[in-house]
């Protein structure tokens, strides 16, 4: 189970990747334990039932996560190949014979391309970000979701850290209170465990950013440029995340 606050913000990155690129539908998988095996559409194509894709959210068409596509094997079809080889997969022509999704369904909302990119940090693929576009993704498309799925990434990443932390301070301030010294002032020297929102973590990376760039937010060297989005967009992000530019320096 993912967190409300997990589901809220890739749900927002998604969204937005969905008037970008013109996209109908747009989904995140993340990589995770098997856990629905005996009743999963995709057992017959999962190698080993240990691990797999699991549908976190959804935008566009629909926001359902619990349909035929809740889950997909690692390296089953082309979203699970994707979490193998973390190379980005586009596909323009021949989508009716790619598997991607019925023929009447692609027709009826007038489908010209699919992408499905891995969510990656460092070494590992924590998921895969696929979606549907209503016109041919071009290099500034790509280049847009690349940098959604690095923020998914990031967001991703800082959630997990943050439930591990959830996890192991109980111990932390248990131990920290047991001093075997018996001074009093030990426990309150013991440093605390700061847990930050995920929307703060994410609104301090936009800051870090503009800070670099001197509160600029478009242009080549723009803050939009570095973080792969559209400069609307960011400042959408920023709007909504309280994310402030840096102060202007007075001039002597």
């Not at 993340?30 to 959804?58: F, K, W, Y």
């Not at 600029?216 to 939009?224: F, L, N």
Request: proline share 8%; net charge positive; charged share 25%.
């Amino acid at each position: 189970m993912i967190s409300i606050e997990l589901t809220e913000l890739l749900g927002d990155i998604i969204s937005l990747a969905n008037e970008s690129v013109e996209a109908p539908l747009s989904r995140i998988w993340l990589n995770g334990p098997g856990d629905i095996c005996p009743e999963c559409p995709m057992r017959p194509e999962c190698p080993d039932q240990t691990r797999c894709l699991h549908l976190a959210v959804s935008a566009g068409l629909t926001r359902r996560t619990d349909g035929p596509f809740r889950r997909f094997p690692l390296g089953a079809r082309k979203v699970g190949e994707v979490a193998i080889t973390r190379t980005p997969y586009i596909v323009f022509d021949g989508l009716e014979r790619a598997g991607l999704a019925e023929p009447a369904w692609l027709i009826a909302h007038r489908i010209r391309s699919f992408a499905a990119l891995p969510i990656v940090l460092g070494e590992r693929c924590l998921g895969v970000l696929a979606l549907f576009s209503r016109r041919e993704i071009a290099a500034a498309d790509l280049a847009l979701l690349e940098g959604a799925a690095r923020c998914a990434a990031a967001i991703v990443a800082a959630a997990r850290d943050r439930a591990s932390r959830e996890i192991v301070r109980p111990v932390v301030e248990r131990e920290s209170s047991a001093d075997p010294t018996g001074d009093p002032g030990a426990q309150e020297a013991a440093p605390a465990l700061e847990l930050r929102t995920l929307a703060a973590i994410e609104r301090e990376a936009i800051e870090r950013v503009l800070a670099h760039t001197g509160g600029r937010v478009s242009g080549p060297r723009g803050a939009a440029k570095i973080l792969g989005l559209k400069p609307t967009t960011l400042e959408s992000r920023m709007k909504k995340l309280g994310a402030r530019k840096p102060p202007r320096r007075r001039g002597r």
